[in-house]
């Protein structure tokens, strides 16, 4: 199954903010007692940039692969409409990683991006069963598990199971 998310773009926020408000937003979708590490490269693996604060997101097209080291991934593409040159896209894909964890890593991306960037999530397989168009933070409301889990795996699988998504490593 394919898992994407598409934002159009109404700002711009710094790389070092998505980051750390991508790893809140899934440490709350998971009720983690414990901070996730989430880390940016380039999507071919090249580090981005040694400094995270300085990388602007939504100004210029960008590819940028997000990961939880050694657990899942998903891609962060922002790119521009043919037809009108200023509006931004952004796609969170987590399909090609096929676990459950990069699953809630692209939905965590696009909560944190949506909320910086003042969006809306869109949702065209309504894998996430709320709509088409949603707003970030009744999502992360309606998302989040009911109790606390104490393994990042174990509350991924949770999580994916509850949506009817099933990882690679799941099957």
């Known amino acids: 199954m394919a898992v994407e998310f598409s934002l159009k773009l109404n700002g711009t926020v710094k790389l070092f903010t998505l ?6 937003v899934v440490k709350g979708i998971l009720r983690l007692p414990e901070d996730v ?3 940016a490269t380039s999507k071919e693996g090249q580090s981005v940039v040694t400094d995270y604060a300085q990388v602007l997101l939504g100004k210029n097209e ?26 931004r896209w952004a796609t969170i894909d987590a399909g090609i990683f096929r676990s459950a964890v990069s699953f809630v890593l ?3 991306i696009a909560i944190a991006l ?9 949702d065209d397989a309504l894998i996430l069963k709320v709509g088409r168009i949603v707003k970030p933070d009744p999502l992360l409301e309606t998302l989040q598990l009911d109790k606390t889990y ?19 490593e799941d099957r």
Do not use: H, W, Y
């Open 37 to 39: 590490m989430i880390a």
């Open 19 to 24: 980051l750390e408000d991508s790893q809140r």
């Open 114 to 122: 949506g909320r910086s960037t003042r969006s809306m999530i869109v």
């Open 62 to 87: 960008s590819n940028i692969m997000f990961s939880i080291p050694r657990r899942g991934a998903a891609i962060l593409t922002i790119s521009k409409t043919r037809d009108q040159i200023s509006e």
């Open 150 to 168: 104490s393994s990042l795996d174990e509350a991924a699988f949770e999580f994916c199971k509850r949506l009817g998504i099933a990882g690679q």
């Open 106 to 108: 692209a939905i965590g």
